[in-house]
C-alpha cells in the first residue's frame, strides 16, 4: 500500500480525495464573475431607476413651487398695479442642468432638463389676468430669477 488512499468503513481504501484546489478557485470565481456582471447588467434597475424618480420629483417640486407662488401673487395682485419678486433655485437638480421659461401669452412655466425631462405647469387664464415677465430664461446656475406681474 503506497498510503494515498483513505480507508473507509469496509476497510477498503479509496482513492476519492475531494475537489482539487484548482477546480475549487475555477467554481468560485466563476460564480463570482457571473454575480459581478448581473450586478452591472441590472445596473439601471439598481441606481438609474430611482435616481431617475428622485430627480423627476425634484422638477415637480421646483415648478409646483413657481406655479403656487405666481397664483398667490395673481390672485393678490390689485389693478393697475405691479409686483416684482425673486426665487432662489437649486443650482442643478440631481446634477443636471436646467432651464425654466415661463411665458405670459401661453400662460405656462415650462421646466427643461438638458437630460430630456420636460414640465409644463398651466396657470389658466395668466394671460389674461396679468402680463408676466420674467427678468431672464433662468438656466440651472443662476440662483434667483426675478419675475414681475403687472395688472393692467
Known amino acids: 500500500m503506497s498510503g494515498r488512499g483513505r480507508r473507509d468503513v469496509g476497510g477498503r481504501i ?3 480525495e475531494g475537489v482539487s484546489v484548482p477546480i475549487a478557485f475555477i467554481l468560485f470565481a466563476s460564480s463570482a464573475l457571473i454575480f459581478i456582471a448581473s450586478l452591472y447588467l441590472y445596473k439601471d434597475a439598481f441606481v438609474d431607476f430611482p435616481s431617475d424618480v428622485a430627480i423627476q420629483q425634484q422638477f415637480n417640486d421646483l415648478g409646483n413651487a413657481l406655479s403656487t407662488e405666481l397664483a398667490s401673487a395673481i390672485l393678490t395682485l390689485p389693478h393697475k398695479a405691479s409686483v416684482e419678486f425673486e426665487e432662489t433655485l437649486p443650482q442643478e437638480i440631481g ?4 432651464r425654466i421659461h415661463m411665458d405670459a401669452s401661453s400662460d405656462q412655466i415650462q421646466i427643461y432638463s438638458f437630460k430630456g425631462i ?5 396657470l389658466s387664464g395668466m394671460s389674461a389676468e396679468t402680463n408676466a415677465s420674467v427678468s431672464l430664461t433662468a438656466y440651472g446656475g443662476v440662483s434667483k430669477v426675478r419675475m414681475r406681474l403687472r395688472r393692467g
Open 14 to 16: 479509496s482513492e476519492c
Open 95 to 98: 446634477l443636471h442642468q436646467y
Open 118 to 122: 420636460v414640465f409644463n405647469y398651466t
